[in-house]
């Protein structure tokens, strides 16, 4: 069981766009499309914001996609606003009941 | 309204051991798998185990696996994480969540508690 490969930061300005990724394996993001997104703010738990690789759910805007090629996940925030700041990290279901995360990546919007 | 409520978190000698619980309202639980994840104070977050809906499949991470086991009480609408031999570096927030039904893609979180292993 590894962790999924995330940068440890990015930064974007306000109005660019950003994408953050998430390396895993033949085993877990190359496998199976299950990988999910999530934005956590300071003191607060992990909201998911992407799943399925590329379905957003209800409420999350528009300017949030997901991408998947080969055994890396992509998310990209376009049209960045300064509410985007925070931690997000990716998971990915490995088989066999067992999931893996990412080790996160901090956003700051300059 | 889904929601998951955590419980059971506290301070704990080194060795010791402690049962977590999640409470889930807002849809049937019957119908849901569900797993445990962690986040050590100012770290990253880490899959601990999983179970599905009618608890035939169970797994663990190789760092709880022996010492941790994930049970559900669907009548009742429980979750739980039973804590054996902890140990220092088992210190973090644990939150539990739900698998979506029909995948393995997760969603809602509950809001986490904390368990401190210390001497």
């Known amino acids: 069981q590894s962790a999924l490969t995330q940068p440890r930061s990015v930064s974007g300005s306000r109005g660019q766009s950003v994408t953050i990724s998430c390396t895993g394996t033949?085993?877990?993001?190359?496998?199976?499309?299950?990988v999910t997104w999530y934005q956590q703010q300071p003191g607060k738990a992990p909201k998911f914001i992407i799943y399925?690789?590329?379905e957003r759910p209800s409420g999350v805007p528009y300017r949030y996609s997901g991408s998947k090629s080969g055994n890396t996940a992509s998310l990209t925030i376009s049209g960045l606003q300064a509410e985007d700041e925070g931690d997000y990290y990716c998971?990915?279901?490995?088989?066999?009941?067992?999931?893996?995360f990412g080790g996160g990546t901090k956003l700051t919007v300059v | 309204e889904v929601k998951l409520v955590n419980s059971g978190g506290s301070v704990v000698r080194p060795g010791g051991s402690l049962r977590l619980s999640c409470e889930v309202s807002?849809?049937?639980?019957?119908?849901?798998?569900m797993i445990w994840v962690r986040q050590p104070p100012g770290k990253g977050l880490e899959w601990v185990s999983g179970i599905n809906w009618m608890s035939e499949t169970r797994g663990y991470a190789e760092s709880v696996k022996g010492r941790f086991r994930i049970s559900r009480d669907n009548a009742k609408n429980f979750l739980y994480l039973q804590m054996n031999s902890l140990r220092v570096d088992d210190t973090a927030m644990y939150y539990c969540v739900r698998v979506i039904v029909g995948g393995y893609s997760c969603d809602y979180w509950g809001q986490g508690t904390l368990v401190t292993v210390s001497s």
């Open positions: 033949s085993g877990d993001v190359g496998k199976f499309n299950y």
């Open positions: 998971s990915s279901y490995a088989g066999s009941y067992i999931w893996a």
């Open positions: 807002g849809f049937d639980f019957n119908d849901y798998g």
């Open positions: 399925d690789v590329s």
